[in-house]
């Protein structure tokens, strides 16, 4: 499958080093906002939206990861960047995961958000996929929504979530079910081992989506990886833990 031009934007210090962000499947590169004023500091910052999320292409599928991860590839080439760090958000981290294994000397650092190495089977991205197909992202919103935020953020800012449930509606249905059908069948617990660069593993202490074990198991697998629990938060941790979050950042790839 040819390669697709992903939306991207960069801010930050021109000549700078750079820090590539990778969002979680069915958000857009606005969840990385908390992180802006932060690494934008002393670091050129890319940020992508996937695969029919904002005004990125959605081809027909089927996906793979692996087409998913050459599309970020492909964008790095185009504009020139040979080196960079990377975050990963969710599911999304397994595009980085990816080019750890495969083209290592583009990653100088890694961070992966509620990362894994392998789509539990109780996910059943599989059944979202059709529910996609045939209701579109309305009949799968509450379920996919609900694990990204602890309810002390739906009670206290309900805007937040309310801006993030907005973002998912808008995603492109049947890109969507393409990457859901990619994500049924991801198992990279064979790539793990052949991760070389510096890494950072965080988990959040309530996501119900991706438990910290699962975190843990990931960074264990990867040499010299650093593991940490990031409390108070659910699955977009970096929305809701973004001071905890940032820390982390700063102390991994900007310092």
């Known amino acids: 499958m040819a390669l697709i031009p992903l939306q991207y934007r960069l801010d930050g210090p021109r000549h700078a080093p750079v820090v590539l962000l990778v969002p979680p499947f069915g958000t857009k590169m606005s969840v990385w906002e908390p992180q802006m004023p932060e690494l934008t500091r002393n670091r050129q910052v890319l940020r992508i939206n996937h695969r029919g999320h904002g005004f990125s292409p959605a081809p027909e599928g089927p996906y793979t990861v692996e087409d998913l991860a050459l599309d970020v590839l492909g964008l790095l080439e185009d504009r020139g960047f040979t080196r960079v760090s990377a975050v990963g ?26 990362g894994t190495s392998r789509t539990p089977p109780t996910h059943r991205w599989d059944r979202i996929a059709s529910e996609v197909r045939e209701g579109g992202m309305d009949a799968v919103t509450a379920e996919v929504v609900l694990p ?99 820390r982390l950042l700063a102390e991994h790839v900007a310092a």
């Open 89 to 114: 958000g969710g599911l999304g981290g397994a595009l980085l995961l990816w080019i750890a294994a495969n083209s290592p000397r583009t990653l100088e650092r890694l961070v992966l958000l509620a």
């Open 148 to 246: 990204w935020f602890t309810p002390d953020l739906t009670d206290d800012r309900p805007e937040v979530a309310a801006r993030f449930t907005e973002d998912f509606g808008s995603v492109d249905p049947h890109a969507y079910a393409s990457i859901c059908d990619a994500l049924a069948a991801m198992d990279q617990r064979n790539l793990v081992s052949g991760v070389r660069v510096p890494t950072l593993v965080a988990s959040a202490a309530h996501d119900p989506l991706l438990p910290p074990g699962h975190g843990r198991r990931l960074a264990d697998g990867i040499s010299q990886a650093r593991f940490e629990v990031v409390p108070g938060a659910a699955h977009l941790l970096g929305v809701e833990r973004a001071d905890r979050v940032n």
